[in-house]
């Protein structure tokens, strides 16, 4: 059974960091595209970070280009994102995504895991 369980999220003022965990199962990380996608209230869900499993390409949203990072480890099967910085824009819920698809390192709004999603909230 694939599954896909995020933790970390939290409540963090403006300038702070937050490192935001998602763990897997049921299939192995590193033959996946992993994406980190994010829902603020009244937007549509947005690709943040997404990363190839083997040649190292990674996508990222302008917004968070410089602030934030994404790393793989595939003894725990977990993906990681650091997110420094922090700005109040950020605040939204944040979805760790798995797909097959090479492609899907372009950060599409469609993945074919998706878990259950935690939230961030960054207050000025």
């Known amino acids: 059974q694939v599954q896909l369980v995020e933790s970390g999220g939290g409540s963090v003022q403006a300038g702070g960091s937050l490192r935001l965990s998602c763990a897997a199962s049921?299939?192995?990380?590193?033959?996946?595209?992993m994406g980190w996608l994010r829902q603020a209230p009244g937007k549509e869900r947005e690709g943040v970070v997404c990363?190839?499993?083997?040649?190292?390409?990674?996508h990222y949203v302008n917004s968070v280009r410089g602030r934030f990072t994404v790393s793989r480890d595939t003894d725990e099967n977990t993906l990681y994102r650091q997110m420094n910085k922090l700005k109040p824009e950020d605040t939204a819920v944040y979805y760790c995504?798995?797909?097959?698809?090479?492609?899907?390192?372009?950060?599409?709004?469609?993945?074919?895991?998706w878990g259950q999603g935690t939230q961030v909230t960054v207050s000025s």
């Open positions: 990363s190839s499993p083997d040649d190292g390409r990674t």
């Open positions: 995504a798995a797909d097959r698809d090479p492609m899907a390192v372009s950060c599409p709004n469609v993945y074919d895991y």
């Open positions: 049921g299939f192995p990380l590193d033959r996946y595209v």
